[in-house]
């Protein structure tokens, strides 16, 4: 079946511009999560949404950052006002499981470059 | 949130067994152990997950140590396939949330 995808595959901005990068989870998972990845380093967690509950924004570096998920299924992160620093491949993943297991499936991610 | 430490980066030959350590001192009792992978250019993938025994899949094995300070994943004949950068994290089934360290990169020899 089809997995995580996310589009752009690649976005190039500049300073100052706002950006929109789109999430469209699999089929029927309920949780949704939203991570960013600098050059050479791990993930760092930005925000989950699951089901119908408000999401937990607190990995969000700043106020330019937002995300929503609309009807429970694609999910959309703005940066507005983007800066060299937010240049990092945003990862979106899913899961059917929010519980113990949790297997996350990942997108292959919007790599962003802000010039 | 609980931390782990993995070395930067490992080497193995092609078809020999693989161990990758994971350091997880501050972990709770809650704390589930996870492993991920991420190929080069592909957002990470499952690999296992352990609470306190060890546990066996098709992809690889995972052993605990009996006071959950560390845990080390098993690939147990490595393939060219397998190069990849292998991430220890510590999941609490309460708050869900993952945190990723910088991981392992595993290099694997012909």
Not at chain 2, 64 to 89: G, M, N, P, Q, W
Request: hydrophobic fraction near 30%.
């Amino acid at each position: 079946g089809a997995g995580v995808s996310q589009s752009p595959s690649n976005k190039v901005t500049e300073k100052g511009k706002d950006v929109e990068l789109r999430c469209d989870p699999i089929s029927g998972h309920t949780a949704l999560y939203w991570y960013r990845q600098s050059l050479g380093q791990g993930l760092e967690f930005l925000i989950y949404f699951q089901g119908n509950s408000a999401p937990d924004k607190s990995g969000l570096p700043s106020d330019r950052f937002s995300a929503e998920r609309t009807g429970g299924s694609v999910s959309t992160l703005t940066i507005q006002r983007t800066q060299q620093e937010d240049s990092a491949v945003y990862l979106c993943a899913s899961s059917d499981d929010p519980g113990v297991v949790n297997e996350q499936f990942f997108g292959p991610g919007t790599r962003l470059t802000v010039l | 949130d609980a931390k782990t430490t993995q070395p930067n980066s490992m080497e193995s030959n092609e078809e020999e067994p693989v161990h990758l350590p994971c350091n997880h001192s501050t972990i709770s009792g809650t704390d589930y152990i996870h492993w991920y992978r991420q190929l080069p250019s592909q957002g990470p993938e499952y690999v296992i997950h352990g609470l306190t025994s060890n546990v066996n899949n098709r992809m690889a094995s995972l052993a605990i140590a009996e006071d959950r300070k560390s845990s080390t994943l098993i690939l147990h004949r490595a393939t060219l396939r397998d190069a990849a950068v292998y991430y220890c994290i510590l999941r609490d089934v309460v708050t869900y949330k993952y945190i990723f360290g910088t991981g392992t990169r595993l290099k694997v020899l012909a």
